[in-house]
């Protein structure tokens, strides 16, 4: 059965050059409607930066990206009102608590009170952050403060949403926790989204498809089983996707 | 336009909420109330048998009671308000990561700066106006001087000139924190241009006014108000005596160019003697006009540059 599926995000040759430096390299790809898309890569490949450049918070060098349709270059409102980011550092204002943080966030995207009271608490709610909710940001834990930043994802409501390292610093047990709130976000709340990592175990359970990118290169991009066929010609079964991103980044650096 | 409402609320907040504000809100409440009180108690003494002088109300900003001003502190201490204020306005929000959040969001980047100096612009209008407040009230029950409208008039104009000399600093101080990633870095980047502008233009504009023209003794009248001309024009560059300048013409009407203590020269008192009677309100803004507008001026300058610097600036906090 072939299923029309609609690109919600599209780029060709995206580029971005910091001073002579490389940071993305002509990176050209696809996400569909309702994918958890996965952008796997070492410190420094260039995620951070290909996010920023689809947020239309970085000008690409060269190419071109649209997002839900729309150019993030010449359009960045439109498309910061549509989309969802959950930035790496997690910065949050430490003297607000958790509601008064949210509520700054939705008055930014213009949602009226009394929805964003409701979406509040129902957030706060799925993410477990129900009873401290009122305690100041500053007193929160690393896991708590991530958490926090998909409570924002699940008040904005947003078609897609980025998360950048969203298990980075976590214990194993928070790693869990954060995993099955993404699956969440993706299955109940019909969010398409894209993640970057360099942390295969969590790439490996949610994403459908991922791509590899080292070095600002995409190197490899579609399922596991495409990317073992494609590039060892076995099945995945045999290979771990750890074996295959080692293989990878060996054969890069 | 939601996006410069929202980030000005909070910011207001901010301030009111924050221990800095209250610290030098204390700070300035209590110099000004001491001035007051020994401006109040001098005056009540030497007023015990004469007739009331003119603009006894004024004399409570004017007077030097025990070692400045009220005027001559705002003027000496008001730009470290405005840098106190607005030092790490936008580099910590950077640096913890929030600028980029926010940014994140369907807001215009503006919105940000601009919301950040109108909320410290109310913030230096509302501590200003209760300061006025304070001493008015102060001065009613030690002295029992009521203002006239005159009065009233003129210390709103001096009002005026004061919020915006402070904002002035406020927009130093945030372009700083623009530019420079490093909290610290900002402030002392802040405090370089006050006692730049506090000290060293007024001494630069003595010596270059002498080497223009060599000092010719006493007799020599020409040279002497050619120095004082060359002297004025250097110093004026700088925003402390611009405001020092037009708000003595303001407040104080008898004596039209008093200078801050920090910077009264013996020729001042050559010029002060131009006019004998008190300058009439409307006398004292048209002569005041020109140094309103200059410091609006260099305050937008401030801020155009401020803005200019952000849009371009990569947003990102690693
Ligand atoms: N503002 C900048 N100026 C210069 N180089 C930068 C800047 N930001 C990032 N880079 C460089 O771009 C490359 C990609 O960085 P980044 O996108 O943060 O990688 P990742 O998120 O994959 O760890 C790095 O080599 C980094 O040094
Ligand atoms: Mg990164």
């Keep these: ?189 019909r969010m398409t989204i894209i993640l970057c990592s360099h942390f295969l175990e969590m790439v490996q359970k949610l994403c459908s498809r991922m791509r590899i990118i080292i070095k600002g290169k995409m190197v490899a991009q579609g399922t596991m089983e495409t990317l073992a066929k494609e590039k060892f010609g076995v099945d995945s079964e045999e290979y771990t996707l750890e074996e295959i991103y080692m293989k990878y980044f060996q054969e890069e650096a | 336009m939601h996006g410069l409402k929202v980030i000005f609320k909070k910011e207001l907040a901010d301030h009111f909420s924050s221990y800095r504000f209250l610290i030098l809100f204390s700070l300035i409440c209590m110099v000004s109330l001491i001035i007051a009180y020994m401006v109040s108690m001098t005056i009540k003494n030497e007023m015990k048998d004469i007739a009331k002088p003119q603009f006894v109300f004024l004399m409570l900003f004017i007077s030097q009671g025990g070692l400045f001003s009220f005027v001559q502190f705002v003027a000496f201490f008001g730009p470290l308000i405005g840098l106190i204020m607005g030092f790490d306005l936008i580099n910590r929000e950077r640096n913890e990561g929030t600028l980029s959040r926010i940014l994140a969001q369907p807001i215009y980047r503006d919105a940000v700066i601009n919301g950040k100096f109108l909320a410290g612009v109310v913030t230096i209008s509302i501590m200003i106006a209760s300061i006025v407040l304070v001493i008015t009230g102060l001065g009613l029950i030690l002295m029992g001087v009521v203002p006239g409208i005159d009065e009233i008039l003129r210390i709103l104009v001096y009002m005026i000139i004061s919020i915006v000399y402070i904002s002035f600093w406020l927009g130093v101080a945030i372009l700083f924190s623009i530019i420079f990633r490093s909290v610290t870095t900002s402030a002392l980047a802040g405090l370089a241009v006050w006692i730049f502008f506090s000290f060293f233009v007024s001494l630069g504009a003595n010596i270059v006014a002498k080497a223009f023209v060599p000092d010719a003794g006493p007799d020599n009248l020409e040279a002497l108000l050619k120095q004082i001309t060359i002297q004025r024009a250097i110093s004026l560059s700088s925003p402390i005596i611009l405001y020092s300048d037009a708000t003595a013409t303001i407040v104080d009407p008898t004596k039209k160019t008093t200078r801050s203590f920090v910077f009264v020269g013996p020729f001042e008192k050559l010029s002060s003697e131009r006019f004998s009677g008190p300058l009439s309100l409307h006398q004292s803004l048209l002569i005041v006009l020109p140094y309103i507008i200059t410091l609006i001026a260099i305050t937008a300058i401030c801020f155009a540059i401020s803005y200019i610097v952000f849009m371009r600036q990569e947003i990102r906090s690693a």
Excluded: C, W
Excluded at chain 1, 26 to 49: D, I, M, R, S
Excluded at chain 1, 114 to 119: F, K, L, N, V
């Design chain 1, 1 to 189: 059965m072939v299923v029309e599926e609609k690109a919600i995000i599209e780029t060709e040759n995206l580029t971005k050059v910091y001073k002579g430096q490389v940071a993305v390299d002509h990176v050209t790809f696809k996400v569909f409607e309702g994918e958890v898309f996965g952008f796997l890569g070492p410190n420094g490949a260039g995620k951070t930066t290909l996010i920023l450049m689809l947020l239309g918070l970085t000008e690409p060098t060269e190419g071109m990206a649209r997002v839900l349709g729309v150019d993030p270059v010449r359009e960045a409102i439109k498309v910061k009102g549509l989309i969802g980011y959950m930035p790496e550092n997690m910065g949050f204002y430490n003297d607000l608590d958790a509601i008064q943080m949210l509520k700054f966030m939705a008055d930014l995207n213009g949602l009226p009170r009394h929805i964003a009271d409701e979406r509040i608490e129902k957030a706060l709610y799925t993410v477990g952050l129900e009873n401290e909710a009122k305690k100041k940001i500053g007193a929160y834990s690393r896991g708590m403060r991530q958490r926090l930043g998909l409570a924002e994802l699940i008040v904005k409501e947003p078609k897609v949403a980025f998360l950048d390292e969203p298990t980075l610093g976590l214990d194993p047990d928070a790693t869990n926790k954060m995993i099955e709130l993404i699956e969440n976000l993706s299955k109940e709340q």
